[in-house]
C-alpha cells in the first residue's frame, strides 16, 4: 500500500532533521555475502552495519568521542 504524500513528506522532514546517510564501497563479493547472511537472518544490511560498528566501538573505544581521536589525527 503505497504511503500518502503527506505521510511521506513528514518522514522525509524528520530523517532530513535527524538522520544521516553514507554511501558505502564494498566489493562485489563481499556485499553478496552480506546480503546473503542478512537473508537468512531475516535483517536489514542498515541492522547488521549498526550492530557491527556498535559492537567495535564498545569493544574499542575511542580517547574522546566528542573530539578528535588518534585515527582522525
Known sequence: MPVPEA???ANDKWDAAN?????????????EQIDC???MKGIKRTTLIRRA?????????????????????
Do not use: F
Open 53 to 73: 560498528v556498535q559492537e567495535l566501538m564498545m569493544r574499542e573505544p575511542a580517547d574522546d568521542l566528542h573530539g578528535e581521536t588518534k585515527a582522525s589525527r
Open 37 to 39: 547472511y542478512c537473508r
Open 7 to 9: 505521510k511521506r513528506r
Open 19 to 31: 538522520m544521516k546517510q553514507w554511501n558505502v564501497s564494498v566489493p562485489i563479493a563481499e556485499a
